[in-house]
């Protein structure tokens, strides 16, 4: 085998294996740090005294259509008043609330079990800076139909729930 012939069998595989994100292709290697940079921390404000902000989980950010979203479960937020929940500024002194919450809990309908959804379009205008830390989905798969599931969110660790 000629070194030519090597390299494209290795770009070959490099492509075959890659994602398209975005319209941009993603090597399988380089997904994971691709996608983590829009995972966050899952933050309320607390009325503690010394303790002020409390870690619940983690989030995924989405814009979409011109909306910016935190994603998450429901079972993270047991006992947390939906109000409080937040994004900590990068540099800890900024505690951001959302502009509301839709849930997604009807036991009916499986494949929305558990999912709730925070708007931070509002907070995203006042402050700019927090929309870099949001994955712009775009690029919806072109044979997918609306009844079909076009994104899925799994994070965290196995639990009862």
Known sequence: MSKDQSTWNI????????????????PASALTS??????????????HQTY??????SAVLVRFSAHYFLLCTNHQLRGCRMED????????????????VRHF???????????????FTKPCQEYPDLKERFFDFREVPPAALNTDIICAVVAGFPSKD
Do not use: M
Request: without cysteine.
């Open 11 to 26: 770009l070959d595989r490099i492509v075959g294996t890659s994602v398209s994100f975005n319209g941009l292709l993603i």
């Open 34 to 47: 691709t996608l983590s940079r829009y995972v966050d921390s899952l933050v309320v404000w607390n009325d």
């Open 52 to 57: 002020k902000v409390s870690l619940v989980g």
């Open 85 to 100: 929940l937040s994004l900590l500024g990068r540099d800890g002194r900024q505690l951001v609330t959302s502009s509301g």
């Open 105 to 119: 809990n009807d036991e009916s309908n499986p494949h929305y079990r558990d999912l709730a959804a925070f708007e």
